[in-house]
């Protein structure tokens, strides 16, 4: 739709339904005359008219507000608009069943009949401007004949982009006209508005997703991610293994179908926290109603993930961050943390670490108190994160959003089993992690991303180390000099040997581990 079309169309809906409402709440037979004495009582009472200009200046200030903690923490704003769409997505209306068929044709370039034995032209669920599909496989790929296709209605997204440009257009005029518009950047909070709506419906990158996240989780026997049919994912279709699966919340149906429901507990709080803290790569959305378990008797009782379409990654530091001050907080080390946050940038460099040692004592020794399986571990995580803000710190947007994630999945968990431990789990998973931190295997995985540097900066080691004697050829003395070069050459005879025997003892190794393999 043309820009302008599209402006006219919001003014036209304004007017419209504005009128609407005040038109709709006159009495029935005294509409006009309902209307003209309400206009005439509040044009005369000074009550009302004080009423309203005291109203309309405190409106900015609320808007003003609230534009600015959304500034603060975009994570705010990304939960609701997910929690806002997935609370509307039953009311919207899937696909007739001879669209379906249209558009499912169009998206594959080939006809239904000839791709499918048979498919459910009903959706199996419907959510918002998506719906999903099973469908059987006239010949199998990859081994999979049953399938569940996922459909976008391409028309509604084109909506859904034509008003979030309007939105766009809003907010960059608001910031032409407006100063504290152009100090809340709402452009930018537009853009990341679209951009978070918009990938929703991109079907190839959830794709990649669940490839990703299928990776990270192979053989894992707590999981069954399905696998991705790349040959019918386009741009409008993402196809995937059909897996049959019940609700996480469906208690009664997994009972009556032998799913224990402690184990299956205590797997999604360790699940979430390796997802997060070890992947680094994670659900930002994740809820109820995107867990569901595994019905099939090859994989009964395993977590079923599918919905990869909001996903959100941390960094290496963001991930050594938030394990080793997990693991100080458990230990009561307020102190380590309180240092930990300054390493990390997320406090300004004069802010005292022993005030924010002692805010961080306040707010989670109270989370000690109750027994260990009375604990929430969720809570916990919120204070190790937001104990900055007092000092006018931050953390990074997602890092709250993977906090959250693990308070969502920990309130799951305990809704399918009161009992579960989650503090106990979720302390025993970053510890576990922290540990691998500081043991060969942390040791080797830091030599290996140092060693692609270290193999440019060998070579010109001898040229820096001869260029360094120039320059203090005048300022130290021929015998500090000799000896300075004959402690290079020993220090370079003995990278030499220690090189040739990391080489010699990785060749025996590798062959030692061939022989035992016969």
């Not at 099973?134 to 976008?152: F, S, W, Y």
């Not at 910031?175 to 809340?184: I, V």
């Not at 890092?399 to 106990?424: C, I, T, Y």
């Not at 001869?466 to 300075?484: E, S």
Request: hydrophobic content about 45%.
């Amino acid at each position: 739709m043309p820009p302008l079309i599209r402006r006219l169309r919001l003014l036209f809906h304004a007017l419209r339904y504005g009128a609407r409402l005040i038109w709709l709440a006159a009495p029935e037979h005294h509409k006009l005359h309902w209307i003209v004495t309400l206009a005439r009582r509040v044009h005369a009472s000074p009550g009302a008219r004080a009423s309203v200009h005291r109203a309309l200046p405190n409106l900015g200030p609320l808007a003003s507000a609230f534009a600015e903690s959304l500034a603060r923490r975009p994570e705010l704003a990304t939960g609701t608009l997910h929690d806002a769409i997935d609370a509307v997505s039953h009311f919207e209306t899937p696909l007739p069943p001879d669209e379906v068929e249209h558009a499912i044709a169009a998206a594959l370039g080939r006809p239904v009949s000839t791709l499918f034995a048979s498919i459910d032209l009903t959706p199996a669920r419907n959510g918002f401007a998506e719906q999903t599909h099973v469908a059987r496989l006239a010949e199998p790929i990859n081994g999979h004949r049953d399938i569940a296709l996922k459909l976008v209605r391409a028309k509604q997204v084109e909506e859904i982009a034509d008003e979030a440009a309007l939105l766009r257009w809003v907010a960059r005029w608001l910031e032409k006209l407006s100063k504290p518009a152009r100090r809340l950047r709402l452009r930018a909070l537009a853009d990341a508005f679209t951009q978070e709506i918009l990938r929703r419906f991109d079907l190839r990158a959830e794709a990649a997703n669940l490839s990703q996240s299928a990776h990270h989780f192979d053989g894992d026997k707590r999981l069954a991610i399905p696998a991705v049919i790349w040959e019918l994912s386009t741009d409008r279709t993402l196809a995937m293994q059909h897996i049959e699966s019940l609700p996480a919340l469906d208690l009664s149906g997994l009972s009556a179908r032998g799913v224990k429901l402690v184990p299956l507990a205590e797997h999604i709080v360790e699940v979430v926290t390796e997802q997060a803290f070890e992947h680094g790569f994670f659900h930002a959305t994740l809820d109820a109603r995107r867990v569901r378990v595994s019905i099939e008797p090859d994989t009964l009782g395993r977590i079923v993930l599918a919905d990869f379409a909001v996903m959100s990654s941390l960094s290496t530091q963001e991930r050594e961050f938030f394990v080793h001050g997990a693991t100080a907080l458990f230990d009561r080390d307020y102190g380590r943390l309180a240092h930990l946050h300054h390493d990390a940038g997320h406090v300004s460099a004069d802010t005292r670490p022993e005030k924010l040692e002692a805010e961080l004592r306040t707010r989670a020794e109270a989370q000690f108190v109750p027994q260990s399986h009375e604990r929430y571990a969720g809570a916990l995580f919120h204070h190790l994160l937001f104990a900055v803000h007092p000092f006018g710190g931050d953390v990074p947007p997602r890092l709250a959003a993977a906090q959250r994630a693990f308070g969502q999945a920990e309130m799951l968990a305990n809704a399918l089993h009161p009992g579960v431990d989650s503090w106990k789990i979720a302390r025993s998973v970053l510890v576990a992690l922290a540990r691998r931190e500081r043991d060969h295997r942390g040791w080797v995985r830091h030599i290996a991303q140092e060693l692609p540097h270290l193999a440019h900066l060998a070579p010109r080691i001898p040229r820096l180390a001869a260029y360094y004697l120039q320059q203090q050829h005048h300022a130290t003395p021929v015998r500090q000099q000799t000896q300075l070069v004959s402690d290079v050459l020993l220090e370079y005879r003995r990278t030499r040997t220690l090189l040739w025997a990391c080489t010699i003892c990785g060749g025996l190794l590798g062959a030692i581990a061939v022989l035992l393999a016969f």
